[in-house]
């Protein structure tokens, strides 16, 4: 089996910003360390104070993600990105789960305190189910739209990887040449330029005879 090109690394194309998926990742860890930090307050019957202060230390992890995020896209505009094969298993999937995380929390807020006294009702599933079908779109849409950034880098990744090809492959030919080859080669190539800018002169006078010739 033939050994991968090992891909260049690209100069990204869009600008450093707070909103990248690095804000994403933070939201979803600082939502799970939120979560688990506030479980003896939810087992305490605090069920809503529970998820407000889980939801604050989600989005206090989107917050400091975000400027690490913003940090990475800087160091990549000066060193380079490394670029990996697309794929729909990577982290757009968490950047979708922290887009939707509002909706999701503000349904938990009303829907886990009802689960535990056990009066759910058929609003209370509905909302389940519409919390479950929006987590899944977020999933979904986020990994779609990170799948097609990195074909983006990739596509741009193997322009340049065919760019540099050709140019070893000039400069090849070239170190292959002895001097006065290449003396031999730069008269061939000047004499067909002017071989050329000559040819288009005598078709210019060729076009402007018979005119003369009527005046």
Known sequence: MAKQEQLPKIKPQEKPSLLNHGAGQGAFWGGIAG???????????????????????????????????????????????E?????????????????VSPITFGISFVNIPKAMAGKVGIVGSLLGLTSLATTI?????????????????????????GEQKI???????????????QTILEGLMN???????ASKLAESREQTSPVQMNL
Do not use: C
């Open 191 to 197: 004499a067909q330029k002017q071989g050329g800018h």
């Open 137 to 161: 779109t977020g999933m979904v849409i986020g990994s779609g739209m990170r799948k097609k950034e990195m074909q983006r880098d990739y596509n741009q990744a193997l322009n340049q990887l």
């Open 35 to 81: 979560y688990l930090a506030t479980i003896p307050m939810m087992l305490s019957g605090k069920v809503r104070t529970a998820i407000t202060a889980s939801f604050a230390v989600s989005a206090l992890g989107a917050v400091v993600g975000g400027f690490l995020g913003k940090s990475k896209q800087e160091q990549e505009q000066v060193e380079g990105r």
């Open 83 to 99: 670029v990996k094969k697309p794929t729909s298993w990577n982290t757009g999937i968490i950047t979708g789960l922290a887009v």
């Open 167 to 181: 140019a070893e492959g000039m400069a090849y030919k070239n170190a292959a040449l002895s001097p006065q080859e």
